[in-house]
């Protein structure tokens, strides 16, 4: 299965010179702004009408981020932890196999842009 189209765009960048680069001196008192209201818990921050509604929504966001990570570092190994990645004439696909306490990392691409499908296989022992 594979990942859907992502639903978001950046709101700024940090590298590069597009012009949705953030001055690196607007980012700086951004950043000082919030761990000056994160040291006083956030108070004015969730008393302000426009920006509590915000505030709220992205620790929801970040919660469900959370939980996707523990739910992924907590499957078997059998589970696939790992998508399959698509394009329009290539697969990979990744698997994680225990055989007595022996994890293997098998790695497998499908290259159909020829006339063929060429299936390639590539197996690394995880210590």
Not at 28 to 51: H, R
Not at 57 to 80: F, G, H, N, T
Not at 104 to 123: F, R
Request: charged residues 25%.
């Amino acid at each position: 299965m594979a990942l859907s189209s992502k639903k978001h765009e950046k709101f700024y960048e940090t590298t590069g010179t597009g012009g949705d680069k953030i001055d690196a001196t607007k980012l700086a008192v951004a950043e000082l702004a919030w761990a000056a209201e994160k040291a006083k818990g956030c108070k004015d921050y969730m008393a302000d009408p426009i920006i509590s509604p915000l505030v709220y929504q992205m620790q929801q966001m970040q919660d469900e981020l959370d939980e996707l990570r523990r739910y992924i570092v907590a499957l078997a190994p059998s589970e696939k932890p790992l998508p399959t990645i698509s394009t329009a004439s290539h697969t990979v696909d990744f698997t994680v196999t225990n055989s007595k306490g022996a994890y293997t990392l098998v790695t497998t691409v499908v290259d159909s842009s020829g006339s063929k499908a060429v299936t390639k296989t590539a197996s690394t022992t995880l210590r």
